[in-house]
């Protein structure tokens, strides 16, 4: 069974820094494309960066390049997402997602399985 879990999320001023991760279980996170998506409140979801599995490509939404950082550690089957430099139009309920391909195409309705999302609050 594929299971995604998702932890990190809380509370940090503008300007701080957190860490995500996603526990994965039932496949191996570097035979599938992965994906952190967010949905802010009130607003849709929207891809914020993904990573291939089938070229290591990493691709960003415009809006968090250069703050966020998309990484997988295959030893703990492990996606992460380091967020620095938080802005309070970060906040969102932030969800990991597996592809059904090895690259990511761009579309969430590829997006097969999906965590229970963490919420990150950026706020002072």
């Known amino acids: 069974e594929v299971q995604l879990v998702e932890s990190g999320g809380g509370l940090v001023p503008p300007g701080g820094s957190l860490t995500l991760s996603c526990a994965a279980s039932?496949?191996?996170?570097?035979?599938?494309?992965m994906t952190w998506v967010r949905q802010a409140p009130g607003k849709e979801f929207e891809w914020i960066a993904a990573i291939n599995s089938i070229d290591d490509k990493i691709t960003y939404l415009d809006s968090v390049k250069g703050r966020f950082t998309i990484s997988r550690d295959n030893t703990k089957n492990t996606l992460y997402l380091q967020m620095n430099g938080l802005k309070p139009e970060d906040t969102a309920v932030y969800y990991c997602?597996?592809?059904?391909?090895?690259?990511?195409?761009?579309?969430?309705?590829?997006?097969?399985?999906w965590g229970q999302g963490t919420l990150v609050t950026v706020s002072s």
């Open positions: 997602a597996k592809d059904v391909e090895e690259y990511f195409s761009g579309r969430l309705t590829t997006l097969n399985y």
């Open positions: 039932g496949f191996t996170v570097n035979s599938y494309a």
